[in-house]
């Protein structure tokens, strides 16, 4: 199947940092890739939907200028957690969509802010 | 907005007893997916469908897509202890541009 690859899998980092994460399908080019928050024993929760070339589009109650979501190729997207504060420590999850229209997921990214 | 719902929330079961987890959606959905997510990892695909009535089968697993396209079932005949994990369904709207996820269904197994 697909491979989706998301990095950093763990990360700690002080309040006030930011932080950087990585997604990227690996065999195949996605032109959407959504981004995911997990909190433990929940549901995945969808933030935004991140477009080759364009703006993201962001669910409603999610800070634009806090999570910066940049898609910059068919291969890769970001999210950045900016100034990032204890309440943002959550398990995010980006995946990305292939045209049968099944999600592959990255392994995630744990944040951890201090 | 959409919303999907889905039942129970946890589910534990005898190994070799059934297990059935429920979605329902307050709209009409394009698709349906499942995904499993074990313990500590990422959900991974299971299934799609996308026509009404339409059943799946994946070994003991079995997939229904209601008439009216707005809910759905998963059915595991026979669990096992690798059974263990959630199970989520997630609706695909009308559009296809949104994929809005079930708060899971846990299932832990005992042998």
């Known amino acids: 199947g697909a491979v989706v690859s998301q990095h950093p899998s763990r990360v700690i980092c002080k309040s006030g940092t930011s932080v950087k994460i990585e997604c990227r399908s690996l065999d195949f080019q996605a032109t959407t890739m959504f981004w995911y928050r997990q909190f433990p024993k929940q549901s995945l929760m969808l933030m935004a939907t991140?477009?080759?070339?364009?703006?993201?589009?962001?669910e409603q109650g999610v800070e634009k200028d806090k999570f910066l979501i940049n898609h910059a190729s068919l291969t890769l997207s970001t999210l950045t957690v900016t100034s990032a504060h204890p309440e943002d420590s959550s398990f995010y999850i980006c995946?990305?969509?292939?045209?049968?229209?099944?999600?592959?997921f990255g392994e995630g990214s744990r944040l951890t802010v201090l | 907005g959409q919303q999907v719902m889905q039942i129970p929330q946890y589910q534990h079961v005898q190994e070799g007893e059934d297990f059935t987890t429920y979605c329902n959606s307050s709209?009409?959905?394009?698709?349906i997916q499942w995904y499993k997510q074990r313990p500590g990892g990422h959900p991974v695909f299971l299934i799609q469908l996308v026509k009404s009535g339409e059943v799946k089968k994946q070994k003991r697993l079995t997939f229904q897509f209601g008439e009216a396209k707005k809910n759905s079932s998963l059915h595991i005949t026979a669990t096992q202890t690798t059974d263990v994990g959630t199970y989520f369904c997630a609706g695909c709207n009308q559009a296809g541009t949104a994929l809005i996820f079930g708060k899971g269904t846990t299932l832990s197994v005992s042998s």
């Open positions: 995946s990305a969509r292939r045209t049968a229209g099944e999600l592959f």
């Open positions: 991140s477009n080759e070339g364009s703006k993201a589009t962001y």
């Open positions: 709209t009409t959905l394009s698709n």
